[in-house]
């Protein structure tokens, strides 16, 4: 069991590790300005942040709960050895 919770930090460091230092390429959109974007411009921003979160944030996310699931199932078929 000592295993799977070494396995767990160590998946959480690479989580974090990702997170901090893949560069996120964040869409510029060109009329965005500090003040005063049109009606047109900030749908624009709208539309590319969400294909942002589709394309960048999401994945992300599925990775990281895929590798804790997959901890999870080990942790369970451990605990089924140990039992049974």
Avoid: F, K
Wanted: with cysteine; hydrophobic share 55%; charged share 15%.
């Amino acid at each position: 069991m000592r295993r799977i919770a070494l396995l767990g930090l160590v998946w959480t460091a690479v989580v974090l590790v990702g997170l901090l230092l893949v560069p996120w390429d964040l869409p510029a959109v060109p009329c965005a300005r500090l003040v005063g974007a049109s009606a047109a411009c900030l749908a624009q921003l709208a539309e590319r942040n969400d294909r942002a979160w589709c394309t960048q944030t999401l994945p992300s996310i599925a990775v990281g709960i895929g590798g804790y699931a997959v901890l999870a199932l080990l942790a369970i078929r451990y605990n089924h050895r140990t039992r049974g």
